[in-house]
């Protein structure tokens, strides 16, 4: 007898929410407690799968990609602005990654009625963005500019998206933890342990708190400097 999927979209967020609150709090306030990062690598591989399945089965995709953008901005404003500090927030890295699937997704509606020779150009442009994705995030040709969990970390999403299958979503998630797991140090490797709890993904995206989800990143952060820097 199969056991039934339990988890919506909403609960996923909220473990992911946690674990990443969690991650904050040994990065910000105990870096040498090693226990608060192990958790923390849940947040990712749940965050990114739930971008590629919102963006799979929202009707306004642009309007989806604004709001993440503006969000990254507004948090790469004000970590300039208190810190002097060009680190892309995990935001921007969602961005990038939703803007690869337009692209993907207009290409997937337009490939039957392109010409060869629109689909050599289309080959072209996305060899040259991806080259240029890579560059920005492993040449770093602007000194301190780096983004959230890097090349790997924009594409993993979008081959996510991509798949059709759940079999073939949770290979191209692990295929993506895996070389960040390589990229990124060993403590990224317990990402995976984030395999099971998707695996109860009912398919429903749950009650909203869209609003709560969206403020609550730049929020928990700006409580967290305010405490080291009171307290500690």
């Known amino acids: 007898m199969k056991k039934e999927k339990t988890m919506n979209g909403t609960l996923l967020k909220v473990i992911a929410l946690v674990a990443m609150t969690l991650d904050h709090i040994g990065m910000i306030l105990y870096p040498g407690v090693n226990e608060f ?33 503006v969000i990254g901005l507004v948090c790469s404003v004000i970590d300039y602005i208190a810190r002097g500090s060009l680190y892309q927030s995990i935001f921007i890295t969602f961005a990038i990654s939703i803007l690869y699937m337009l692209g993907s997704s207009y290409v997937k509606d337009q490939y039957k009625h392109m010409t060869r020779y629109q689909h050599v150009l289309w080959a072209l442009i996305c060899i040259v963005v991806l080259g240029l994705t890579a560059y920005i995030c492993y040449g770093k040709p602007i000194p301190g500019f780096i983004i959230d969990y890097g090349f790997w970390g924009i594409v993993t999403p979008v081959i996510i998206y991509l798949a059709n299958t759940k079999t073939a979503k949770f290979i191209a998630l692990t295929v993506g933890l895996r070389i960040l797991s390589f990229e990124l140090g060993p ?46």
Do not use: C, D
């Open 187 to 232: 403590n990224q490797i317990y990402a995976l342990w984030a395999l099971p709890l998707l695996a109860l993904y009912n398919g429903e995206r749950g009650p909203g708190f869209k609003l709560f989800f969206y403020v609550y990143y730049p929020l928990h952060l700006g409580v967290l400097y305010m405490i080291k820097q009171i307290y500690w």
């Open 37 to 69: 990062r192990v958790v923390g690598r849940l947040a990712y591989p749940i965050f990114a799968y739930m971008i590629a399945e919102g963006f799979r089965y929202t009707r306004y995709r642009w309007r989806y990609f604004s709001i993440i953008w």
